[in-house]
């Protein structure tokens, strides 16, 4: 017997259908004598559908008000597959984030775990149920509801996984792992069998949206090994689990695009200690990620200075930018959205040289134009226009020859 954490994403559980589809195939699993915990998350449209509905209320919509909205999402899906279950037999219960124990900080809208106290999971199981668990939220200290950023369900799996002590994390999806590209973009894109957990962590980061960043980052940390799997059929998935040498032969594991992208130029920067630290820590202050920075080589005392941050960022960081562009006497900015990135990853980049020169030359074949680079140990990332994307992916997964 086995004790297994099995997460089924917003596809899995898209209609009334596809919920009874779950249901026996965690059904299945109980049957085959293993306890499980499911997580799920909210049916495919309805988290976008709730947001879409609170900017036509209001555009400037607050972050708890947020949370208490699309936390919704997934409260129904938590009673519809426990009703799935009972329909079949199976003894199950529906618990809330909060419910699960699970308490995060009080960043509303991208939370962070801060514990998991599961003795009502635990109570649950011990009773012989099938627990299950909404995704994607929690609680903060004050007892308000919080979410845990976009894709955030992955998270609550792995978490909990973590803190029952779980043999293994199973995420469903709607596709049969993760592949060599996104197979919506590149649709001969291949398998993978086996991923370390920095390479899915970057890939992740990167724009793979199959798994949330996050999450990858709390396997890695609390060794969670976990498998991503279709729940639409039942073929091996791919496997996370810890690096081990034979990963390195491989030079480049993926590539991956993240449309999620908006590019931030201040112009006439005053080149002079402090000012970047003034301005990235406003940016921070407000919670805004900043990704790739480019400062250009100081011209007569000024500068320019581009920087990336997430599209979705682009609004409240605006705000932050205009107060620090007269804090700092800059001359002025833009601010542009029809960006994307596109990246290379692969640990054998640390033992392999050419990657950037096979990269650069395959977008230079098509006329594609890069507006913006950075590397790691383990990645090379380029900005391109938005709608050259899926033409760039295409061919750069073609360079390095990862189709099947
Ligand atoms: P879920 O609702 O199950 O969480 P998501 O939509 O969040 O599913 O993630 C699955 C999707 O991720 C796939 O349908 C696929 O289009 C996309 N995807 C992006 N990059 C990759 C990749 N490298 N491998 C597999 N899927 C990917
Ligand atoms: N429902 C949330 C979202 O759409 C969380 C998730 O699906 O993982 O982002
Ligand atoms: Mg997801």
């Known amino acids: 017997m086995a004790f297994i954490v099995q997460k089924y994403g917003g596809t899995s559980v898209g209609n009334p259908e596809r919920i009874r589809n779950v249901a026996r195939r965690v059904a299945d699993s109980k049957k085959e004598g293993h306890k499980i915990v499911v997580v799920v998350s909210a049916m495919s449209g309805v988290t976008d559908g709730l947001i879409k509905l609170a900017r036509e209320v209001n555009p400037d919509a607050t972050a708890r008000e947020m949370d208490v909205l699309l936390a919704t999402g997934e409260q129904q899906t ?3 597959t426990a009703l799935a279950l009972h ?5 199950a219960v529906s618990l809330t984030g909060a419910q699960a124990g699970i308490v995060t900080d009080k960043m509303h809208t991208k939370a962070k775990i801060a514990n998991i106290t599961p003795r009502k999971v635990h109570e649950h199981l011990d009773a012989g149920q099938v627990v299950v668990v909404a995704g994607f939220q929690g609680q903060n200290p004050d007892g308000s509801i919080t979410t845990l950023g976009r894709g955030g369900s992955d998270l609550t799996a792995i978490a909990m996984a973590a803190a029952l002590k779980a043999d293994l994390c199973e995420i469903y999806t709607d596709v049969d792992g993760v592949y060599t590209a996104d197979p919506r973009i590149v649709p001969h894109a291949k398998k993978i069998q086996e991923l370390s957990y920095d390479e899915m962590l970057e890939l992740a980061s990167l724009g793979a949206k199959v798994m949330q960043a996050r999450s990858v980052e709390f396997a890695k940390k609390f060794k969670v090994k976990f498998v991503v799997r279709s729940s639409f059929n039942h073929n091996p998935g791919t ?6 040498s034979d990963m390195e032969d491989v030079v480049i594991r993926g590539v991956s695009l993240d449309k999620n992208q908006a590019k931030v130029t201040i112009i006439g920067v005053p080149d002079k200690p402090g000012v970047a630290a003034g301005l990235f820590g406003a940016l921070a202050e407000a919670g805004t990620n900043v990704d790739m920075i480019v400062q250009n080589v100081s011209l007569e005392g000024t500068t320019d200075m581009t920087f990336t941050i997430a599209r979705d960022d682009l609004r409240t960081a605006k705000k932050v930018i205009e107060a620090q562009v007269a804090a700092i006497g800059a001359k002025s900015y833009t601010a542009k959205d029809g960006i994307s990135k596109l990246s290379v990853v692969g640990i054998g980049m640390r033992s392999h040289t050419g990657v950037a020169a096979t990269l650069f030359a395959a977008l ?6 890069i507006q913006v680079v950075t590397t790691s140990e383990i990645k090379i990332s380029v900005i391109v226009n938005e709608d050259e994307g899926p033409r760039a992916t295409q061919v750069v997964h073609d360079a390095f020859k990862l189709g099947a």
């Open 78 to 80: 938590i009673a519809l």
């Open 239 to 244: 496997i996370i689990t810890e690096e081990h």
């Open 364 to 369: 230079a074949g098509a006329g594609i134009n």
């Open 87 to 91: 329909g079949i037999g199976v003894p």
